[in-house]
């Protein structure tokens, strides 16, 4: 039975992926579903890696059929146009316009291209249109600089805890493959077939988009809400807020966990599912309607692993500590999490985790790039701290950004009507310009950056500027109180003479 589908009982054979190829799932298994019910999940699936696409951007994560870092767009704040954001690169999604004016026989524009690749597209695109476009002066190359940065992050809703449990589900069919098959699951899996058809039509589990309701929708609903109704009125999946009855760690800095099991004592088949060791789920699959031996299954999964066999690490163990206590009211929790800011904290510390494993990656691509510089000549080795400096600016603004939006409260009252514009000036971003920033801006950036160079010189010639040392003056408080003595050193020489 093995090599039968668990939802239609024909010929399995379909290639899935375990874990989802979206997510960086990089394993399969042909003995799960049938091709027409592997794809019919596939929405489901679609639904969960948009939730989660803005850390697996954060994070470098590699879909399992694609060479490229997951991206998402975002708009920035001050020109109010859309990016493209992942870990390797933040850009501009179409060419911009920063000045024009009509001119003798036409009009002259200045404008920004996402890439040089881009730019020849848009002279293209007009020459084909019959417009005759000639450029003034050679293109350069400037970094934009970023300020606020939206993205709506949705989570979690109906399709994203049916996807959670479809995910889970196909874990416990690879670990218990006869029990996957017995009937004891026929309740759960009607949920996860009715959730998923849900999620393919228009307005199911995404907003409704323009144009008329599709006729599908509303007999999807009726056969969900059915569904429901053969499991007691709830979904058999929630967000478990609760500590984790495992306390074992992540065998990953980022990882997943997948937990399936069956107790022998009343034959519960339960499953737990966390995302990035951060956000957690907990699901009743049935009861056995046979005697079973307990056991639980325990997969860890790297969302960064490229390939086998280091992407999971998997233990097995004849107890059955991961089983779960259903809620009574399994929405109490999510709406005691979201008005407590409970869920709230567990987000904002997911993107401190990842802005921490961030910041070391930048450090040690800092401390390998300056790996030669004492071998270099005085000049060399300048332009070469310039260069490396230059690489990380935006982590360089950022704290110095931190410092001043930081020293403006503690300013006497008195002052502050004053020096309170200056500080916005030394900041203040204009996208019409090359690199974002307003001329006041970019001389605070270089001040940052000269500081920093200058510690950073510093530190070489004391032999302490290893990888710990850099992360602290890219992103801690000793690069904090490096930047900010030089940024504020202007106003501080205004202070003293203001009080005296």
């Given amino acids: ?197 849900l999620a393919q039509i228009n307005g199911g589990c995404s907003e409704m988009k323009n144009g008329p309701p599709d006729p599908r929708l509303e007999p999807a609903r009726q056969a969900y809400e059915a569904s429901l109704a053969s499991l007691g009125g709830q979904a058999p999946v929630w967000w478990d807020f609760d500590p984790q009855p495992d306390a074992t760690p992540n065998a990953f800095e980022f990882g997943h966990r997948v937990v399936v099991g069956v107790d022998a004592v009343d034959g519960q088949i339960f499953g737990r599912f966390s995302l990035f060791s951060s956000i957690h789920f907990g699901m009743r699959f049935g009861a056995a309607s046979a005697s079973v031996v307990t056991k639980t299954v325990t997969v860890d999964i790297d969302p960064m692993a490229a390939h086998p066999p280091n992407d999971i690490k998997k233990i097995e163990s004849a107890t059955a500590i991961a089983r779960v206590a259903v809620p009574a009211q399994p929405n109490a929790s999510l709406a005691a999490a979201i008005s407590t800011k409970s869920q709230e904290r567990v987000f904002s510390e997911l993107l401190r985790k990842i802005e921490a494993h961030s910041l070391g990656k930048a450090a040690a691509k800092v401390h390998a790039e300056l790996a030669g510089y004492s071998a270099l000549s005085e000049v060399e080795a300048e332009d070469l701290l310039a260069r490396v400096i230059d690489g990380q600016a935006q982590r360089v603004l950022n704290v110095a950004k931190y410092v001043l ?55 070489i010639k004391v032999g302490r500027l290893d990888e710990r040392r850099i992360a602290e003056l890219l992103g801690e408080g000793p690069g904090a109180a490096v930047i900010g003595q030089a940024v504020l050193a202007p106003m501080v020489k205004m202070l003293v003479p203001m009080q005296i």
């Avoid at 954060?58 to 708009?75: Q, T, Y």
């Avoid at 293109?139 to 939206?150: K, R, S």
């Avoid at 503690?410 to 690199?435: C, K």
């Fill in 405 to 459: 939006e930081n020293f403006k409260p503690h300013l006497p009252a008195a002052l502050l009507l004053t020096l309170g514009p200056m500080i916005d000036a030394m900041t203040i971003h204009d996208p019409n310009s090359a690199n974002g920033l307003s001329t006041k801006a970019t001389e605070t950036l270089d001040l940052a950056k000269g500081a920093l160079a200058s510690q950073m010189r510093e530190d």
């Fill in 1 to 197: 039975m093995a090599n039968t589908c668990i939802v239609c009982g024909r010929a399995a054979g379909s290639g899935e992926h375990v874990f989802p190829a979206a997510l960086g799932g990089r394993r399969t298994n042909k003995n799960i579903y049938c091709t027409t019910h592997d794809n019919g999940y596939s929405s489901l699936v679609a639904d969960l890696a948009n939730q989660v696409d803005a850390f697996n951007a954060m994070l470098g994560v590699v879909p399992d059929h694609s060479n490229e870092v997951k991206s998402v767009r975002a708009h920035d704040a001050h020109s109010g146009e859309e990016l493209k954001l992942s870990v390797n690169e933040s850009s501009f999604t179409a060419p911009r316009v920063l000045f024009q004016k009509p001119i003798a026989h036409g009009v002259q524009m200045e404008m920004s291209f996402p890439s040089r690749q881009a730019m020849n597209q848009w002279l293209a695109e007009q020459k084909a249109n019959g417009l005759d476009v000639t450029p003034l002066q050679k293109a350069q190359e400037h970094t934009y600089y970023l300020g606020e940065v939206h993205h709506r992050l949705r989570f979690g809703g109906p399709c994203g805890l049916g996807a959670v449990a479809y995910v889970t589900q196909t874990f416990l069919a690879q670990a218990f493959p006869d029990l996957a098959r017995s009937g004891d699951l026929a309740q759960f899996i009607a949920y996860t077939q009715a959730i998923a058809k």
